[in-house]
DNA sequence: AATGAATGAGGCTTCATTCAT
DNA sequence: CATGAATGAAGCCTCATTCAT
């Protein structure tokens, strides 16, 4: 069923839960009856995702190359982003409880990668676990309006934003981080 | 009329055309006196902003610091981004020809204002036009989920994509560059 | 089963038929085991009551006092008419044969109450049995809309319509009672 | 448009708003231009309703005859009741403000209204406003139920109701008034 | 026999678009 | 020209009913 919302990235959030039912091949009713709420599919949908990156997040917080391990994160972070419009700071309405603890759980977990890598002079020092919160999303989101991208094209932007990243040749930043997550 | 349509950046392309009109202080019908559809509003909208960033682009070939230039071009654009869901690349339904055509002479203008930043040596050499037009839109999006972003937030992650596009410390690039535009 | 049916009584017919269920402590499709049909559950409802109230009716024929026994048995009548939109002459679509052979012989039974009460001069000649039909369901009616009725509210309701049955004081009706049931 | 909603007196407040405007010769998304919900109908419709009596009751006030008054109040409540479902105790939802307001009005006038004709030795000393608040409705409720009723059936039984409000052979009331409206 | 998952018709509501004034 | 009333397609959701297990 939840393989069925793929439906999502193709068509965006506005797919029609009818869409998604024909091509999930039940009926409307069957998806109401796993989920009370379209935004509920949204919701269980981005829940499943922040819990796989929290664990993936979790388990390379014990690799030896905090580089290594934070590139590895965003790999597989981008990798599952392949599929517009669904990234985790997504809000449709209010997020759930269940969303917003998740999706604490999984800052967190950024956090101390990017602050291993930091210590590590992996990444610059005036690189903030914000930061790369809020640029994992981008090789998803810009891949996505190539109209028929090639499979593997993301690579290519998050090695781009990585290099972003690194200590070399890093120039000043004209702006502080976000308070935010 | 045309600035009424910042309804778009608060809400979304689904702002509805009564909120627009009532925005800009007429009534529905005259929306559609102006543009047959909703989407031919947003066309204009998207027209009209590749006119001013080509004009800009344009302005810059003439410039004498290429990479200086380069990077003036994508703050302007950046800048102008300000407002989600209206990036050059959306399509809504199929663009409209003069949209096509306004944004190929836009895609020339970026790909020979990196052709110059290339030969110049101030962006590295395996980067391409395409690769920039697709970056370009990426701090606006980025900063699209901070909830209450502080208004030069983008400068921030612009100055990190553009650090990641620099000669300095480039690591190779796992993918080749879309054919695309 | 029949009883997990004083749903109706708390939602009114809209009630669904999985509340029902769950309230019987069954499943679903138990429920249409028993009743092809969420009417032929009502219809099997309305039809017990009616023999419930026949068999009250015909008993009190061998009463003593008509006048008494017709008092009695509206009183339980409302009684049983406490749960509202279960009148005996609901339609939800059109009665199953069952139901309108059942209500006939309740007819039949009331109208020989009123009959028996009428000779006795214990209520107004100008009174039937149809009267009296349609008269029945008010106290239940009439207190349906009281928020938190005190329970025996209905008999203060009855006993007003009932004065108004009984010969004191009484002014001509001004127009004939209806051919109907 | 209102007198379009006299499909409610049809089929119930279940009628569907297609129907409605299908029978008002217009098209769905019509009525949701005047009304923004079902329920705002309703309200709207209730609360004409609730207007009209009030303004009659005011006017009854000043007449001469506290009986006479109250009577000719009742038959013309009992007229306008003469679709079912309508009631102005009828609560779709939370009423609103408004209807809590109007409703409220009218019931003070209807207590004053039995007050005088109480004074007056017209009705019987037990008689609230409330219990005649409650019995208005009561003529359109019990011939709602008669098929093909004529057209002043609901007079009959007005005028039973009205002769057990009397005081002529009344007999003790078995409970006491609702404290209610 | 019992269950509850699946279904799809139908209800309410929104909104782009048309058109008489 | 401008307006906003009218329209109906389309979306989300509920629920009676069916049916495989």
Redesign the interface.
């Known amino acids: 069923m939840r393989a069925a919302a793929e439906e999502f990235a193709v068509r965006g959030l ?1 797919a029609s839960v009818a869409d998604i039912a024909r091509r999930a091949g039940v009926g409307k009713g069957t998806v109401f009856r796993h989920f009370a709420t379209k935004d509920d599919l949204i919701a269980a949908i981005v829940l499943d995702r922040i819990a796989v990156l929290t664990g993936v997040g979790e388990r390379l917080l014990e690799a030896a190359d905090p580089g290594a391990a934070l590139l590895e994160f965003l790999t597989i972070a981008a990798q599952q982003q392949q599929q517009r419009d669904l ?1 985790f ?2 809000e449709v309405g209010e997020p759930s409880a269940a969303v917003v603890q998740a999706r604490s759980r999984m800052f967190q977990t950024i956090h101390a990668l990017v602050g291993r890598a930091r210590d590590n002079g992996a990444v610059r020092a005036d ?1 903030t676990g914000s ?1 790369v919160i ?2 994992m ?2 090789p998803g ?3 996505s ?3 028929d ?2 499979p ?2 993301w ?3 998050l ?13 000043p ?6 308070a ?1 997550p």
Do not use: E, N
């Not at 090695?159 to 120039?171: E, K």
């Not at 930043?173 to 976000?178: I, K």
């Open positions: 506005d990234s700071l997504q690189i930061d809020l640029l999303c981008a989101y810009i891949t309006y190539v109209p991208a090639p593997g094209l690579r290519r932007y090695a781009l934003i990585f290099d972003g990243l690194r200590p070399d040749g890093a120039s930043l004209p702006h502080p981080p976000p935010g």
